[in-house]
């Protein structure tokens, strides 16, 4: 009876404890974004899970930014990297082969992406579609190279201009950072978690900048972003992406106000 009553006596108070553990973490975290412009942490996993070594390979092969990291990090990254395909589809399309090397690259992009976003994983797409080259879509009867289709929970890559993009590495087009970023901008949109918000935060300083008719007209004239990225908010955002890690150097130089917006709108550091 003595420990009946001692549980009921302690369960409650634990809930308590937890639940003002959790409330005091999120009121730190507001005042983090509010004061430093960014959430107060972004990696914490118990138990990191692991990647084979033939990911792990394709990696140091191939994935510059991964190359750049820490031991730390790395271990960060193959836990989300492992993370992203035990929670994605990946789905050949016209006799196309979904090897290692593909789930590899198309997981890394999306983990490079989203490395300083605390919630990385999104219910905005549930899988990945992938066809050998440019495809017809049945909605449009257009050929596309990539595309997210948020109603249908899907992003699409044609692998011959996604392998393309990390080939060419500094001509600002690579189509894997171009689609993950609709997927990030869409995410951070529609959702309230602390990333979403420092992603908004920083998007709508961003977009006044980018629309104050001066500065609009200078970036125009700049000839550095391809004016498609003109087109709409959500282009304009994934074309300077795919320039904020395809070249760096050349965007901080260039336009260092953008440039440091991007980077505190994703919470990640060159």
């Not at 050949?92 to 890394?108: C, N, S, Y």
């Not at 979403?196 to 709508?204: E, G, R």
Request: glycine share 2%; net charge neutral.
């Amino acid at each position: 009876m003595e420990f009946a009553y001692l549980i009921l006596i302690v369960l409650p108070l634990i809930a308590v404890i937890l639940y003002s553990g959790m409330f005091f973490l999120s009121l730190f975290d507001d005042i983090s974004i509010y004061l430093f412009n960014k959430p107060l942490y972004i990696h914490l996993y118990f138990r990191p899970k692991k990647i084979s070594l033939e990911k792990e390979f394709i990696l140091r092969q191939k994935f510059q930014f991964y190359k750049e990291l820490t031991d730390k990090q790395k271990i960060y990254f193959h836990h989300r990297m492992a993370c992203f395909v035990d929670n994605y589809q990946f789905i050949p399309r016209d006799g196309f082969t979904v090897t290692e090397e593909v789930k590899t690259l198309i997981a890394a992009t999306y983990v490079m992406l989203t490395f300083g976003i605390r919630r990385y994983l999104t219910a905005a797409f549930d899988k990945v579609i992938i066809y050998p080259q440019e495809y017809l879509s049945t909605q449009s009867e257009e050929y596309y190279k990539g595309e997210f289709n948020p109603r249908m929970k899907t992003v699409v890559f044609s692998w011959k201009d996604f392998i393309e993009g990390y080939e060419i590495s500094n001509d600002n087009l690579n189509l894997g950072i171009h689609e993950f970023s609709h997927v990030i901008h869409y995410h951070s949109m529609n959702n309230n978690d602390a990333s979403s918000l420092t992603f908004k935060k920083h998007y709508n300083q961003l977009y006044k900048e980018v629309n104050y008719e001066p500065n609009r007209e200078r970036l125009i004239n700049s000839d550095y972003f391809r004016i498609y990225a003109y087109t709409n908010p959500y282009e304009f955002v994934s074309v300077i992406i795919e320039h904020y890690f395809e070249t760096p150097q050349e965007f901080k130089s260039n336009f260092p106000q953008l440039y440091t917006s991007v980077s505190r709108m994703l919470n990640h550091r060159h």
